[in-house]
């Protein structure tokens, strides 16, 4: 899912009911295992790699990025 749809970036509601990014000190348990689960297919990506396709990808964001 993470590799299909990208990252799954926390977000809230504001009063015009648009979405906006959360400031960091705003993140809940659940903000914190969406942005963990980017992180590990990241790890997993990055495992399978061999050194000269790592330098190829290394400043990618997400998953979906790789």
């Known amino acids: 899912m993470i590799t299909q749809n990208g990252p799954l970036i926390p977000r809230k509601a504001i009063k015009?009911?648009?979405?906006v990014p959360k400031k960091p000190k705003e993140f809940n348990a659940e903000?914190?295992?969406m942005m963990e689960k980017n992180a590990k297919a990241k790890k997993l990506l990055y495992f399978g790699l061999a050194p000269d396709e790592y330098t190829r990808i290394f400043k990618c964001k997400s998953?979906?990025?790789?």
């Open 63 to 66: 998953a979906k990025d790789i």
């Open 16 to 19: 015009n009911g648009s979405l």
């Open 31 to 33: 903000d914190f295992k």
